[in-house]
């Protein structure tokens, strides 16, 4: 039992440049959210899914894209790096809304 | 606004003395309060979930508090361990009225370096 992986766990892009993170969960949990920390700031959530197929937009959900096409996978996806994307991301995974079990994180880096 | 505010930032404290962590918050409606431990390099992990009606909970040297009235929260671990050298984080869950679910207000943690 894995819980909660993300992969790639670093990442350096160029502005401009765009990449996909993928975060599988193998609890059967319905709901997955992506969430960015950024120093001095508590965690935001950008986009989460309540089911296989459905995705709605968080607090900060611009310049990100989601999908939900297998219930235990969530993918990120950056369309067109900026500088202000450069964050540590974080998946978590619930049963329904109650204790949330978060991955490792994925450490980007947009120059 | 529903806001989640942590004291102190940050905090130093001896092997083997306790401490205390505060949370204030704002949110609205109230469903529940979390306290997250956060190592460095790596994603929280929960200590301890509070609804409206519970003021305490413990998760071993780990008791948190809960004043609903004053909306304030507590987190005080018991003897410390350089292990418990971590960020902690106070996250509040609110009822989304239009549409039902919850959403989490983070705060922006209190980092604890325990040392020997």
């Known amino acids: 039992n894995a819980g909660v992986t993300q992969t790639p766990k670093f990442r350096v892009l160029k502005t401009g440049q765009s990449m996909t993170l993928l975060c599988a969960q193998d609890?059967?949990?319905?709901?997955m959210y992506w969430y960015r920390q950024d120093p001095g700031m508590g965690l935001r959530l950008i986009h989460y899914?309540?089911?296989?197929?459905?995705?709605a937009k968080g607090e900060v959900p611009d310049g990100y894209n989601v999908s939900r096409l297998k219930k235990q996978n969530f993918l990120l996806g950056l369309e067109s790096a900026a500088p202000s994307q450069t964050s540590v991301y974080f998946c978590?995974?619930?049963?329904?809304?109650?204790?949330?079990?978060f991955g490792p994180g994925t450490r980007l880096t947009v120059t | 606004k529903n806001q989640v505010e942590q004291s102190p930032q940050s905090l130093i404290i001896l092997e083997g003395k306790n401490c205390t962590l505060q949370?204030?918050?704002?949110?609205?409606?109230?469903?529940?309060l979390r306290w997250y431990k956060q190592d460095t390099g790596r994603g929280p992990v929960s200590l301890t979930i509070?609804?409206?009606?519970?003021n305490t909970k413990s998760n071993g040297r780990y008791t948190a508090t809960l004043d609903a009235d004053t909306k304030q929260s507590s987190l005080h671990i018991t003897a410390s361990q350089l292990s418990d050298s971590a960020s902690y984080i106070c996250?509040?869950?609110?009822?989304?009225?239009?549409?039902?679910?919850?959403?989490?207000?983070f705060g922006t943690g209190t980092q604890l370096k325990v040392e020997l």
């Open positions: 949370c204030n918050y704002t949110v609205s409606p109230f469903s529940n």
């Open positions: 509070m609804t409206f009606s519970e």
């Open positions: 899914s309540v089911g296989e197929g459905t995705t």
């Open positions: 978590a995974s619930s049963y329904l809304g109650h204790e949330q079990y």
């Open positions: 609890m059967n949990h319905e709901y």
């Open positions: 996250v509040v869950s609110r009822y989304i009225l239009t549409g039902g679910g919850n959403k989490l207000t």
